[in-house]
């Protein structure tokens, strides 16, 4: 846990200097997941999994830095992951993949309008984003009964706690109520899980994607 510990501590050290001047947020909504599994010889588009609806919420902080640009770090717990229908021996099954993380982004926010709690307005937001698994899952369906696997993430299933990527999306307020579209790109290969983490696992690659609808109010 001390990278959870380490991840806190810069999410603290990032919105502690602008904590009076801050206008906080929560949110809730669903994050739209997929994932991209790409192997040596087959084409892109045919190792995009299912997509499969998951649950984020979290908490917001919007920092300004002149009247239309603001620092938007956001400290969330998302679930990632994805869902595929497969077929063996005449048998239908389905596999449902989930990842719960907490996810830090780092946001650069463009304001067109009023976005801070005065009437309607629209923003901008564009960054990146770290997070952390706590814990993740896979679970089979079929007629023949379910049955789920917990990650370890450890050399039992090669995968690795650590996720990156870049993040950008728009947004509507409404007064001191705001709705969020966002979509995030997993850069990081899940499953190279040694001990420099450069995503150089040979010819496999496991990557997160996904598109998140949230809402929330602001304080």
């Given amino acids: ?37 790409e192997e ?3 084409k892109v588009e045919d190792l995009t999994k299912n997509g499969s609806t998951k649950f984020v919420a979290g908490l917001v ?6 009247d239309a640009i603001a620092l938007q770090p956001e400290l969330l717990f998302q679930q990632k992951g994805a869902e595929r229908k497969y077929t ?3 048998q239908e099954f389905t596999n449902d993949i989930t990842y719960n993380y907490i996810d830090i982004p780092l946001l650069l926010r ?15 937001n564009a960054g990146v984003y770290g997070a952390y698994a706590l814990s993740g899952k896979s679970k089979n369906s079929s007629v023949l009964g379910d049955s789920e696997t917990e990650f370890t993430f450890d050399g039992a299933d090669d995968q690795t706690r ?4 870049l993040a950008g999306g728009v947004g509507v307020t409404v007064g001191n109520l705001f709705f969020d579209l966002r979509y995030t790109h997993g850069i990081n290969n899940l499953l190279d899980d040694d001990a420099n983490n450069g995503n150089d696992s ?7 994607r996904g598109l998140a609808l949230t809402g929330g109010i602001a304080f």
Avoid at 110 to 124: A, K
Avoid at 202 to 208: A, S, T, V
């Fill in 88 to 90: 063996v021996l005449g």
């Fill in 110 to 124: 463009f304001s067109l309008g009023n976005t801070y709690g005065e009437g309607l307005g629209f923003y901008l």
């Fill in 40 to 42: 040596d010889g087959t």
């Fill in 202 to 208: 040979g010819f496999k690659k496991y990557q997160h």
């Fill in 162 to 165: 650590l996720d990156y990527g």
């Fill in 61 to 66: 902080f919007i920092l300004p830095l002149t």
């Fill in 1 to 37: 846990m001390d990278v959870l510990k380490k991840i806190t501590l810069l999410f603290v050290l990032l919105t502690g200097s602008w904590a009076l001047q801050a206008q906080v947020g929560i949110k809730a909504g669903v994050n739209f997941a997929n994932m991209l599994f």
